[in-house]
T-cell receptor, first 115, second 112 residues
Framework: DSGVTQTPKHLITATGQRVTLRCSPR?????VYWYQQSLDQGLQFLIQ???????AKGNILERFSAQQFPDLHSELNLSSLELGDSALYFC??????????????FGPGTRLTVL | AQTVTQSQPEMSVQEAETVTLSCTYD???????LFWYKQPPSRQMILVIR??????QNATENRFSVNFQKAAKSFSLKISDSQLGDTAMYFC?????????FGGGTRLMVKP
């Protein structure tokens, strides 16, 4: 158990809908990262927040957005869902600002299925 | 941008034997870390080992060790005394800036 929690574990929804994935980092960690794991794209970095502020952006679609709240939990919002958004979404956390020195610890993931 | 390549999509090994998983990367960064993560059938991403690029000494964690060849940009994982619980997908990852870049993974099957 990494100490990172994600809810829900599974989510099934329809095309065009909007969903919210939630992540709580390990106690004391200030950085939260979101990754998408799909069959065709592999594991891809989406976005990072550090202490409430966006710190780095990867291959995140405009239909997707995220935020980190004062209690440091984070939410990833996915809207206008398409079949291709079906994937496993991971949250990871690390103690500091990130950077190459930080080890990221992953949560169990949220499996999103878009029908 | 960094790229990470794992050239072995699938491998198998007999229980108690040793297996080596390959990883190469391409980068212009000078300050970076390298990681191996394990993803068992439960889909959880579990950190196996990490290597600081500035260290010449190869990292070791119990039965897991790496062979880090910085000039060749190679970072292989050796698993000794393989156990059935080692059956999983193994991902090599490059850490620089604020993100991890992952390879495509190697599926390892440990056979009894």
């Amino acid at each position: 158990d990494s100490g990172v929690t994600q809810t829900p574990k599974h989510l099934i929804t329809a095309t065009g809908q909007r969903v919210t994935l939630r992540c709580s980092p390990r106690s004391g960690d200030l950085s939260v990262y979101w990754y998408q794991q799909s069959l065709d794209q592999g594991l891809q970095f989406l976005i990072q927040y550090y202490n409430g502020e966006e710190r780095a952006k990867g291959n995140i679609l405009e239909r997707f957005s995220a935020q980190q709240f004062p209690d440091l939990h984070s939410e990833l919002n996915l809207s206008s869902l398409e079949l291709g958004d079906s994937a496993l979404y991971f949250c990871a956390s690390s103690p500091r600002t990130g950077g190459s020195t930080d080890t990221q610890y992953f949560g169990p993931g949220t499996r999103l299925t878009v029908l | 941008a960094q790229t990470v390549t794992q050239s072995q999509p699938e491998m198998s090994v007999q229980e108690a034997e040793t297996v080596t998983l390959s990883c190469t990367y391409d980068t212009s960064e000078s300050n970076y870390y390298l990681f191996w993560y394990k993803q068992p059938p439960s889909r959880q991403m579990i950190l196996v080992i990490r290597q600081e690029a500035y260290k010449q000494q190869n990292a070791t964690e119990n039965r897991f060790s790496v062979n880090f060849q910085k000039a060749a940009k190679s970072f292989s994982l050796k698993i000794s005394d393989s156990q059935l619980g080692d059956t999983a997908m193994y991902f090599c990852a490059f850490g620089a800036g604020n993100m991890l870049t992952f390879g495509g993974g190697t599926r390892l099957m440990v056979k009894p």
